[in-house]
């Protein structure tokens, strides 16, 4: 049986109507959700995304509002949209400064992903999110009641190897990928190592691949490959293979790949040949994702909406208490819990009473 060839754009449709049915149950009179973007970089790749965006939330019924600004004033802009209650997601395009170091360590560009707000970071990248996702933590609150939010293209991987039928139907959590083997060929911090942490976290044996190394990642920790292990050895022994190389002449040899492997493709460039690629008994390729993570994209400001910014002042100064815990305890460690935890929630009451 000949390999089938499967759009994003089919798989895409089930999050519209998901998108549609929330703002359906909306309270009569109550406003979309305001998702804001902010562009301080030339780099004509952010803004053409920028621009694929506005048109999907436009599409969907959601609010968009691209604020473009120079370099020097992004800080003063992100803390603005932070404070403004009537912006209920952000995103910023990155590079921006690229690997400029900040005054409080790593890169400028880090300290921005680091300075938006948990109840606003519709992409999952701030440190609260990503340890979470590293230790496989699904709830930022005791009561559970605000579900962490993942990154984007790495979610719509997800969902797309649930629509191929990868993932086990068993109610289970945690183990619903047991005895699957997925290689990652690509382990950037914004799509193939929070993906690789996604899949491990499910259950299965993840090999992530990079210019000079292999990892392999299973549920709570990761450990780099015997010196000598190779990509095609990794792929051959896959269910899954994911490929996000960003060069236009990387090509993954089709020979490598076992019968019945789904195959996706990150990369805005090609990185394999389809038709080789679908002469494969039972391959299922998915040659890009763009349509499901800008879904992912709308259902992530959905949820920080839902979670933040419609259950009332009381509920909010709640889930806030229980995230300032919470990133007491990740920049901390446990040991200095109580007492950050206590100065946390001093300046959270101070800076609500500056509000007012």
Same mark, same amino acid.
């Given at each position: 049986m000949p390999g089938e060839k499967i759009l994003a754009s089919k798989? #895409? %449709?089930? !999050? +519209? &109507?998901?998108?549609?049915?929330? %703002? #359906?149950?909306? =309270?009569?009179?109550?406003? #979309?959700? %305001?998702l804001v973007g902010l562009l301080a970089t030339s780099d004509p790749a952010a803004e053409s995304y920028a621009n694929w965006? +506005?048109? #999907?939330?436009?599409? &969907?019924?959601?609010? !968009?509002?691209?604020? +473009?600004?120079e370099e020097q004033h992004v800080e003063q802009a992100l803390t603005e949209c932070n404070e403004d209650p009537n912006v209920h997601g952000i995103i910023v395009y990155y590079p921006i400064f690229g690997l400029t170091p900040s005054y409080s360590g790593s890169s400028h560009d880090d300290y921005l992903r680091d300075s938006v707000s948990?109840? $606003? &970071?519709?992409?999952? %990248?701030t440190f609260t999110y990503r340890t979470s996702l590293y230790k496989n933590v699904r709830y930022l609150t005791s009561s559970s009641s605000s579900k962490c939010v993942l990154p984007c293209t790495a979610l719509s991987c997800v969902k797309i190897l649930e629509h191929c039928g990868v993932y086990a139907k068993s109610p289970g959590v945690h183990n619903r990928?047991?005895? +699957?083997?997925?290689?990652?060929i690509n382990r950037s911090e914004i799509v193939g190592r929070p993906l690789a942490a996604m899949l491990a976290n499910d259950g299965a044996t993840v090999y992530s691949c990079d210019v000079d190394s292999i990892y392999k990642f299973e549920a709570g920790g990761l450990q780099r490959c015997e010196e000598g292990t190779t990509v095609q050895a990794v792929v051959e022994m896959s269910d899954v293979v994911v490929t996000g190389v960003p060069v236009k002449a990387y090509k993954l040899p089709t020979s490598w790949i076992a019968p019945n492997t789904v195959v996706v493709n990150v990369s805005s460039f090609k990185n394999v040949d389809a038709d080789e690629l679908l002469k494969i008994d039972g391959v299922k390729y998915? =040659?890009?994702?763009? $349509?499901?993570?800008?879904k992912m994209l709308e259902r992530n400001l959905c949820r920080l909406y839902k979670q933040y910014h419609m259950g009332g002042k009381e509920k909010g100064e709640e889930d806030e208490r229980d995230i300032l815990i919470k990133q007491a305890r990740d920049f901390a460690g446990i040991a200095a819990l109580g007492v950050l935890s206590l100065v946390g929630l001093k300046l959270a009451g101070m800076w609500r009473h500056c509000r007012k």
């Open positions: 798989i #895409a %449709l089930t !999050y +519209k &109507d998901e998108i549609k049915e929330f %703002l #359906a149950n909306l =309270p009569p009179g109550t406003p #979309a959700p %305001l965006t +506005k048109k #999907a939330f436009e599409e &969907d019924g959601l609010r !968009y509002e691209v604020r +473009k600004i948990v109840q $606003k &970071d519709v992409e999952g %990248l990928l047991q005895g +699957k083997t997925c290689t990652i998915v =040659p890009m994702v763009g $349509k499901v993570t800008v």
